[in-house]
């Protein structure tokens, strides 16, 4: 039988390859702010207000499903997890693509691939799920560091592209990474009941954090 490391690896390669070579493109580059990274991009006559809003909400909503989904298979050592972490990447495409038909497709790259961006926060919270399994406490905390940096450096990204506070969009991308991480380590302890109630939470969660995008991004870009 495979072990739980030799699983979770295989799976972070097919995961996170693509994310981190264009990642370490844009770190030798001149690393372009959200503002001027997504200025000028030319928006798709075909988004609308609601349309936008709904596909934030079922993607932003599916990114907190699919990602705890994958971290509780990993956790365990489920041979489900590569296929699991294979529909969380999927997800994590089509959110980089809903911000590309607004900004355009360098935007959309950015978000996706950029570095302590979209895909870089997946990579860490698999980082915690290995450190969980392996009772790494040095790991954990790693992991939880890499995911807090992430909070702000992704939090400026769409601040600056929204035009909404910055601190405002930090604390509630802080407050999604505890929800994943307080839920797995739920789960990992084996309070079932309470690991749901945090399932519940996350799933809430994501459809202010949409909302919150959507309707700044409707009123930045007079979205009818």
């Known amino acids: 039988m495979r072990s739980i490391r030799s ?58 499903v699919l990602a705890m989904n994958a971290t509780n298979a990993g956790v365990t050592g489920s041979k489900s997890f590569p296929a699991a972490a294979k529909t969380l990447d999927n997800n994590s495409v089509a959110l980089s693509k809903a911000i ?9 790259d950015v978000f996706l691939n950029g570095k302590y961006m979209w895909r870089d926060h997946i990579k860490f919270f698999v980082a915690y799920t290995v450190a969980t399994a392996k009772h790494d406490k040095a790991g954990q905390a790693k992991a939880v560091a890499n995911l807090k940096r992430y909070t702000v450096t992704f939090g400026n990204f769409l601040a600056g592209a929204t035009g909404l506070p910055k601190l405002a969009v930090q604390n509630d991308l802080l407050g ?33 954090t949409a909302d919150l995008v959507a309707g700044a991004i409707a009123k930045q870009k007079h979205l009818s």
Do not use: C, W
Not at 56 to 64: G, M, Q, R, S, T
Not at 191 to 208: G, L, P, Q, S, V
């Open 7 to 64: 699983i979770l690896t295989a799976a972070v390669a097919t995961l996170v390859v693509s994310g981190l070579l264009v990642a370490g493109a844009l770190a030798s580059s001149s690393k372009p702010s959200a503002s001027s990274s997504m200025a000028g991009m030319t928006m798709s006559t075909k988004v609308t207000a609601e349309s936008l809003r709904v596909a934030l909400d079922n993607l932003f909503a599916e990114h907190a």
């Open 176 to 208: 999604h990474v505890l929800e994943l991480k307080g839920q797995l380590d739920d789960y990992a302890a084996g309070n079932y009941t309470k690991a749901a109630a945090d399932y519940h939470a996350a799933f809430n969660h994501m459809f202010m």
């Open 100 to 108: 590309a038909s607004v900004y355009g497709t360098k935007a959309g």
